[in-house]
């Protein structure tokens, strides 16, 4: 990292093959698909290398990846610069793709298909979020950040970022209800 | 505190991401156990966590050529994005870049910036390529390097192109296009040492070309491949560095793209002999002062204070400052010397 923001071009290539991995998972997660998650690591990294004289080491420097992916993520959706693909693109089972999504030994094919459904509605919901909302959701549920991690990243206090996710859930299981019908019937069993 | 349905459902998920204290938990929970109504929402809530985890990718690769990708627009310093095309598409190793749109690739002066508590020159700009290299960076007169990502020596088609070298044995023994030394440079003036000679500073500076220009030239051509031979010739005849930037295919529609750095004196020549080569479809050129005559004024003010103080310590920290900044005014002099024109071939 020092050599690199020392303006040593090689390192910096070493530190984009050490983190591209982590930083194309959570950009595709965010976009929700693989070619605008790609376009958006590349920005990160773009821009990551540009301000990298000033990344003081406070952080980890992973940390600080993940601060710049949301930040561009938010400002590329609000800028509409990144044209969404459309809900029927193919999202999942590409080359190198390790999902967490795991088929239940004593699902039948039926649940399968209304699991797949639902998550397909889930993601309609996710991209409608305002890009705050939608970025620290990912962080928590798809990520795993603790609320406070969310706060460093997000370079908010505790109790937005709490606020935040509570309302961003509560947006998504208000639009569910509006897909789903106002009883929420046709949720899948929870597991 | 009493609980009601409306309190409930304002905070279930903070109670399942367990983010609520131990009384209202219990309340929560109390109420919860009691009402069918909440028991179904804590339900229909727990789904939707657990169905965005389940849309979680846990690790993903991203295509090879991703960091080459990068890499090349760091290179070029261009804000476009690259495209990557997927293995099975690819052409050859140089061909891993594919450029989706064309990039005006600037050479780039980069931000200044002045010790804290001194002035600091407007610029939008981010710190980029210039400020983090190494102050000898400019002092290479070829703008691309040789070990840069698809990087391509200059070639003359007139001799080289389908005349192949065969040897006894029947083998070509023409070197690779990646193996073939450069046969020019792109001229440019030496690099000149900052000195305290203001009167020079200001000679040099004033009269110097200060306009950075780019220019971007799409063209139709049937055949990419010859197409994009006579642009490598041309671009040799006029002592050009020629580098392709990638390229995609699109069913029958292939798009190649390329940087091509000439000395501005032989760029309006090479880009209306490359506007030959098929129909032009679209030629624009940019240019760009990157602030220069701010810069220059701040220079010279900082001239000034120098001959305005006796306080040695001062005129050692501003002569350091007037360096710094005169440094990249000449090397960004130097860059104005240079012309980029950004080739566009696509074959439909």
């Known amino acids: 990292v020092h050599k690199a923001a020392q303006g040593d071009v090689g390192a910096f290539e070493k530190l984009i093959l050490l983190y591209q991995d982590r930083v194309y998972t959570h950009c595709v997660n965010l976009a929700g698909n693989y070619d605008d998650g790609q376009d958006l690591a590349q920005e ?136 789903l019908g106002s009883d929420g019937n046709g949720l899948p069993e929870s597991k | 505190m009493e609980m009601d349905c409306r309190k409930v459902n304002e905070i279930i998920f903070l109670l399942l991401d367990e983010e609520l204290d131990a009384d209202t938990c219990t309340l929560v929970r109390d109420h919860i156990t009691q009402c069918p109504a909440c028991s179904s929402e804590l339900k229909a809530c727990e789904r939707i966590s657990q169905g965005l985890q389940q849309m979680a990718k846990a690790s993903i690769t991203p295509p090879s050529g991703f960091s080459d990708a990068v890499m090349a627009r760091i290179n070029a310093n261009t804000d476009i994005k690259v495209d990557i095309i997927p293995a099975k598409r690819r052409f050859s190793s140089w061909y891993t870049i594919a450029s989706g749109v064309a990039a005006v690739a600037l050479l780039s002066f980069g931000a200044y910036l002045l010790p804290s508590g001194t002035t600091q020159i407007a610029d939008n700009e981010p710190a980029v390529v210039d400020v983090l290299a190494p102050d000898n960076a400019h002092d290479d007169p070829n703008p691309v390097s040789n070990n840069e990502p698809g990087y391509i020596e200059p070639v003359d088609i007139d001799t080289n192109v389908n005349k192949p070298n065969i040897n006894q044995n029947g083998v070509n023994t023409d070197p690779k296009l990646h193996e073939i030394e450069p046969v020019t440079e792109v001229t440019a003036p030496n690099p000149v040492e900052p000195t305290t000679d203001f009167d020079a500073y200001r000679a040099l500076l004033t009269d110097a070309r200060h306009q950075l220009l780019s220019t971007m030239l799409h063209i139709t051509a049937a055949d990419i491949d010859e197409a994009e031979n006579k642009a490598a010739g041309l671009a040799v005849n006029a002592q050009a560095a020629f580098q392709p930037l990638g390229r995609q295919t699109d069913g029958d529609i292939i798009k190649s793209s390329y940087k091509i750095t000439a000395a501005y004196d032989k760029a309006d020549l090479l880009i209306a002999q490359l506007s030959a080569l098929g129909t032009v479809g679209s030629i624009q050129t940019e240019s760009r002062d990157n602030d220069y005559d701010d810069k220059l004024q701040l220079l010279l003010n900082i001239q000034n204070q120098i001959n305005n103080t006796d306080d040695v310590d001062k005129i050692k920290a501003l002569e350091e400052q007037f360096n710094q900044l005169a440094r990249q005014l000449q090397n960004w002099n130097k860059d104005c010397e240079k012309q980029t024109i950004v080739l566009w071939l696509q074959n439909k």
Request: aromatic share 8%.
């Open chain 1, 44 to 179: 990160v990294f773009i821009r990551a290398y540009r301000g990298i004289s000033n990344f003081r080491g406070e952080s980890d420097f992973g940390t600080w990846l993940h601060k710049i992916t949301v930040n561009c993520w938010i400002n590329t959706k609000k800028n509409s610069r990144l044209q969404l693909m459309s809900i029927d693109e193919p999202r999942l089972g590409e080359e190198g793709d390790i999902s967490r999504e795991i088929m239940d030994d004593d699902e039948t094919p039926i649940e399968t298909l209304e699991r797949k459904e639902f998550n397909e509605m889930l993601r309609r919901a996710l991209d409608n979020l305002t890009p705050e909302y939608s970025a620290v959701l990912v962080l928590r549920e798809m990520e795993g950040y603790s609320y406070q991690e969310i706060a460093d990243i997000t370079e908010s206090s505790l109790g937005t970022v709490k606020s935040r996710i509570n309302r961003a859930k509560r947006d998504l299981r208000q639009q569910m209800q509006g897909l």
